[in-house]
Structure formats: C-alpha cells, structure tokens
C-alpha cells in the first residue's frame, strides 16, 4: 500500500507576477545555497489570460554534469485551488512518486 503525500506547506515568491512555491511532504531536495527546492510552482500564466499554471521541478545535468533544477510548465487551471488539487492528486500517481523518488537518489548521488 502506498502512503498517500499530501502538499506541506506553501510560499509566496517575492516576484512581480504571483509565484508561489509549493513543497510537499517527504521531499528533501536541497540546492547549494542550502535552500530547500520547492517541488512545485503556481504561476500566472499571462498567455492565457491571467490563468496559473502549475510548474514541477525536473533535474538536469549541465554540459559539466552539474545537476541542476528546472520547472517546466506541465498544465494550467482557472485559480490556484485548482492548481492545488492537481499538485495533490498528480503527485499521490505512482509514475510521479517514482519520479520523485529517482530526484533524491540522483540529488544524493551528486553530494558524493
């Protein structure tokens, strides 16, 4: 059986357009400044007329193999509850927590 994750807490980016950050139980991604990634960002998606679009963080290698965090848009929504209820049931996906899960191994992996 697997434990259902729900989101842990969220922030709100100091941006001119609204960003909020969105961590979520059971994550422990870290960037070399010491400052926990967010698994997520709600943004407004000013292509689309002010709706918010939801973010999720991918790793990537640089040409030096640094490994890095980028957040892709994957789809948008008319408020950010919406957003949020997406986040909530996208990551509780089996192929999502796999993704989730292969991020911390390569995350340790890099701190060797």
Do not use: W
Request: net charge negative.
């Amino acid at each position: 059986m697997t434990e259902t994750i729900d989101i842990d807490s969220t922030k709100i980016a100091d941006s001119i357009l609204f960003c909020e950050e969105v961590y979520i139980q059971y994550d422990c991604i870290y960037n070399n400044a010491d400052q926990k990634v967010p698994a997520f960002q709600i943004t407004e998606n000013m292509a689309e007329g002010g709706k918010y679009r939801v973010n999720a963080r991918r790793q990537q290698y640089t040409a030096d193999n640094v490994l890095i965090y980028i957040f892709p848009y994957i789809c948008s929504f008319d408020t950010i509850d919406e957003c949020k209820q997406f986040i909530f049931e996208y990551i509780n996906q089996p192929v999502s927590q796999a993704i989730f899960n292969d991020q911390h191994r390569n995350a340790l992996e890099a701190m060797k």
